[in-house]
């Protein structure tokens, strides 16, 4: 069965505020780099599996990030399914 | 001064065990995800800044990166430099 690789982006709505973002933002600019005017944290999660195509690889992908990898009330997501691997 | 958006990916080497990434996994089985094979959990890292042009904005970012974002012992990391905002 064909192998793919994909990468779900899951990261805060806007209208969530990100501590841990501010926090590397203060430090950023203590280090001197004072250009930066905002930094947000998200989750990058690399994801590797089985699928006989495409499509049921990208439905099997939005499924477990609507169901586990993402907080909808707090979170979105996006999918980059990559490449068919041989 | 132009605006810069910029996305920093950073992620475990291939060689650090990702525990977290391995109980995502588990439970995308459990869930019925059978297809599944490994899923590892990086950072996404939103940054907006200040800077003259794209190549000094590139110079910020990977200096920042580098020096604050990812700890190179463990991670590696990549720059993305999206666009210049208006």
Known sequence: MPHFHATVRV???PSVLDPAGEAVCAAAR???HGAIQSI???K???I???APD???ARQQLESLSAQLLANPV???WSLELHSQEV
């Open 74 to 76: 707090m979170e979105t």
């Open 48 to 50: 590797r599996l089985e």
């Open 11 to 13: 990261g805060l709505r």
């Open 54 to 56: 495409a499509a049921t």
């Open 44 to 46: 990058a999660i690399e």
């Open 40 to 42: 947000r944290i998200g």
């Open 30 to 32: 203590r280090l001197g």
